[in-house]
């Protein structure tokens, strides 16, 4: 089993920056591909970022590249999204996901199909 542990959700103005980290336990050599999403209120959830278990690969969806960017550091099994010109459109709670397959692309992240590992969330929230 692998847990995902979320933090760095806060409430910003626009146009401010934030880093999200999640930090991996458990069965960590077990952790392939690793993503953000996000789900806004009353809407579905949404696919951010992804990146490969190397850190050489990374995936985002269009509404977000240019602001977001992902990032992993193996050695503290922790997975980073820096967020910049934060927009009220921004406000979700965002989640870490972990593939639980080896084969699992960050592109293949971004179809909201593969099998993950979830955390609990951290919750963004922009005023304007």
């Known amino acids: 089993q692998v847990q995902l542990v979320e933090s760095g959700g806060s409430l910003v103005q626009t146009g401010a920056s934030l880093r999200l980290s999640c930090a991996a336990s458990g069965r960590t050599s077990s952790i392939y591909a690793m993503g953000w999403f996000r789900q806004a209120p009353g809407k579905e959830r949404e696919f951010a970022a992804a990146i490969s278990r190397s850190g050489i690969s990374v995936y985002y969806a269009d509404s977000v590249k240019g602001r977001f960017t992902i990032s992993r550091d193996n050695a503290k099994n922790t997975v980073y999204l820096q967020i910049s010109s934060l927009k009220p459109e921004d406000t979700a709670v965002y989640y870490c996901?972990?593939?639980?397959?080896?084969?699992?692309?960050?592109?293949?992240?971004?179809?909201?199909?593969?099998?993950?590992?979830w955390g609990q969330g951290t919750q963004v929230t922009v005023s304007s």
């Open positions: 996901a972990a593939a639980r397959n080896l084969l699992t692309t960050p592109q293949a992240m971004g179809t909201l199909l593969t099998d993950n590992y």
